[in-house]
């Protein structure tokens, strides 16, 4: 067995904004791991936000032993963007090798289409209503808000969708006093849901809180250690594969969660089709899908996954798994 692993980069179809900050171009790392005749992939994005970067996951992955599988992943590594990498190519690798798809491997019954959030950069109302308008076709949009100007862009948003429904993902930029400020709004304006309004290390704030829309855990939620501090805050987790370690960690998170009575949500990172192609599997059935990283990508890989008026569809076998 070996495993290699190097940066890329793919630009973005146009700036992405959020409260944090302004992107132009998605940085992933791309693990291939080969044994014998057969090759497996995967890829992650390092996030600032968990104290990653590109160097700090490659010396991850380069500290693992020759020979590794999902098991020894677990013990070797946290959960985190590194250890997805390797993760999914270990998934591909063995389906692969058996000539069957991840998902038989996995037990799951076979995949279909899942409707897909598409993202709305953060920016002024104007540019935002245009940006509605221009995806007003889409079922589901999500909005990156977080500021205070943020009723204005919500109201343009509704105004250049009126039909879609849409998440609002404040990204830690709210308070619990500013949730509650503006719910009578977000209901008013069709809001399904609200991701992360306040910051991880002070949710303690949402506990007893009148959540007249549902609040989803984001940032407060990686694996399933996570969990027992979600009680009371949260109505809905957000699985992220580069914040739960993989695709091993994040089927067992999804059950975890929908035991304890959460919703799911499915989300991502800005990346590619490989990095998509797992989370499809995770998204089955979930009650919001938000893959849309390679739909904001000016190139993608090949064969990339299919997006259309049923969502997002689960990759070939080309891709991966």
Not at 282 to 288: E, L, N
């Amino acid at each position: 067995m070996e495993i290699t692993a190097k940066t890329e980069q793919f630009a973005l179809a146009k700036p992405f904004t959020i409260s944090r900050g302004t992107k132009v171009a998605a940085d992933v790392v791309t693990v291939e791991i080969r044994d014998g005749g057969a090759i497996g992939r995967g890829e992650c994005v390092p996030y600032a936000r968990y104290g990653e970067s590109l160097s700090s996951v490659m010396d991850q992955i380069r500290g693992l032993p020759e020979k590794v599988s999902r098991a020894d992943l677990m013990r070797l590594l946290p959960s985190g963007a590194a250890r997805n990498a390797v993760d999914c190519a270990l998934w591909d690798l063995e389906a692969k090798q058996r000539g069957e798809r991840v998902w038989a491997l996995a037990s799951l019954k076979e995949p279909g289409p899942e409707i897909c959030a598409y993202t709305l950069s953060l920016g002024e109302p104007d540019a935002m209503e245009l940006a509605a308008r221009e995806n007003a076709h889409r079922p589901l949009l999500k909005i990156k808000l977080g500021t205070p100007e943020d009723m204005p862009r919500l109201e343009a948003v509704r105004r250049g969708a009126p039909r879609s429904r849409l998440i609002v993902d404040a990204n830690e930029g709210w308070s619990a006093e500013i949730y509650s400020d503006l719910a009578p709004h977000l209901l008013r304006l069709g809001v399904a849901l609200v991701e992360q309004p306040v910051p991880a290390d002070q949710d303690e704030s949402l506990v007893g809180l009148i959540k007249p829309v549902p609040v989803c855990a984001d940032e407060s939620c990686h694996d399933r250690a996570s969990l027992k501090k979600l009680k009371g805050k949260y109505d809905v987790i957000n699985i992220k594969l580069d914040k739960t370690g993989g695709l091993t960690e994040a089927l067992a998170l999804k059950r975890a969660a929908m035991e304890e009575g959460y919703g799911i949500m499915v989300g991502c990172m800005v990346g590619t089709s490989l990095g998509m192609a797992p989370a499809v599997l995770v998204a089955q059935g979930a009650g919001f899908t938000d893959l849309d990283g390679p739909l904001l990508l000016k190139e993608d890989r090949m064969p990339p996954l299919a997006y259309d008026g049923h969502g997002v569809h689960p990759s070939q076998a080309a891709l991966w798994g």
